[in-house]
Antibody
Framework: EVQLQESGPGLVKPSQSLSLTCSVT????????WGWIRKFPGNKMEWMGY???????SYNPSLKSRISITRDTSKNQFFLQLNSVTTEDTATYYC?????????WGQGVMVTVSS | DVVMTQTPPSLSVAIGQSVSISCKSS???????????LHWLLQSSGRSPKRLIY???NLDSGVPDRFSGTGSQKDFTLKISRVEAKDLGVYYC?????????FGAGTKLELK
């Protein structure tokens, strides 16, 4: 069974970087596509980007150059870094297997951007 | 970006009732391979989203056949027959045909 679990700080100060880890079990991240999605207060969902089985990445243009997704295949983990955060980045962040239309999701981590 | 318009934003239902949720896209969701990458997700209270249906009409494993998805091109519908309490939550349509992937705004299904 594929399982994903996000981890990282729940509070980040404005202008700093948000860093999250997604640990995957039951499936190798060297197969398929692995993405980050966030849900804002009020239900809006936004696809942030993904890292592919080969390590290539694709990002939502709305995030411009603030986002980076990387991976560690030896640990079967992938990572999100979002730079220069503002209060607008307050959301619940999910990792998901996205190559098949979001077939598996992590439990999510709520991140608040506040001083 | 492809805009996904979901209606209604909320639905109040009685147990046993049937309901439908509409999802309309601003562009056709047919990909160059001929497939349509429109999916339906449910987020129950306090839980992460769970996919129910992929590529318009294919039920995920374990999803009861009370759920059905139909549609084509730009117009899609999720139907839930004989609603049960465990069906309550927020339903989203999502498209993965076009870059960037986008989601509908959600339809909250609650008890009348």
């Amino acid at each position: 069974e594929v399982q994903l679990q996000e981890s990282g700080p729940g509070l980040v100060k404005p202008s700093q970087s948000l860093s999250l880890t997604c640990s995957v079990t039951g499936y190798s991240i060297t197969s398929n596509y692995w993405g980050w999605i966030r849900k804002f207060p009020g239900n809006k969902m936004e696809w942030m980007g993904y890292i592919s089985y080969s390590g290539s990445t694709s990002y939502n243009p709305s995030l411009k150059s603030r986002i980076s997704i990387t991976r560690d295949t030896s640990k079967n983990q992938f990572f999100l870094q979002l730079n220069s955060v503002t209060t607008e980045d307050t959301a619940t962040y999910y990792c998901a297997r996205s190559g098949d239309g979001y077939g598996n999701w992590g439990q999510g981590v709520m991140v608040t951007v506040s001083s | 970006d492809v805009v996904m318009t979901q209606t209604p934003p909320s639905l109040s239902v009685a147990i046993g009732q049937s309901v439908s949720i509409s999802c309309k896209s601003s562009q056709s969701l047919v990909y160059s391979d001929g497939k349509t990458y429109l999916h339906w997700l449910l987020q129950s209270s306090g839980r992460s989203p769970k996919r129910l249906i992929y590529q318009v009409s294919n039920l995920d494993s374990g999803v009861p056949d009370r759920f059905s998805g139909t549609g084509s091109q730009k117009d899609f519908t999720l139907k839930i027959s004989r609603v049960e309490a465990k069906d309550l939550g927020v339903y989203y349509c999502a498209q993965t045909t076009h870059f960037p992937n986008t989601f509908g705004a959600g339809t909250k299904l609650e008890l009348k």
